[in-house]
């Protein structure tokens, strides 16, 4: 089980937690995803001998929507390429 522990939190910070019904489970939720992108940069920096910087994360980001992007459309033309196999072979597309 966790600790209980009092800390100062700007108004706008506080504004936030209100909004959420657990604000333990939000800040803990938080805090656990920093905790991963401090890990994240630090893997990066060691396999690659430099920084992760915002700017790398921005183009790997963008990466790996144009991957999925090329991935959704490769899908649409072959199920396309797909069906048409299926017609000219006489089976229901």
Do not use: C
């Not at 144009?66 to 072959?78: K, P």
Request: charged content about 40%.
């Amino acid at each position: 089980m966790g600790e209980t522990k009092s800390f100062y939190l700007a108004d706008d910070v506080v504004a936030y937690l209100r909004t959420h019904e657990n604000a333990s489970a939000e800040v803990n939720r938080l805090v656990r995803r920093k905790i991963a992108q401090d890990a994240e940069a630090e893997a990066y920096q060691r396999h690659h001998g430099v920084p992760l910087t915002e700017e790398r994360r921005r183009r790997a980001r963008l990466w790996a929507r144009e991957q999925l992007d090329a991935a959704a459309e490769r899908a649409e033309h072959g199920s396309a390429d797909r069906d048409e196999l299926r017609r000219r072979m006489g089976w229901a597309a």
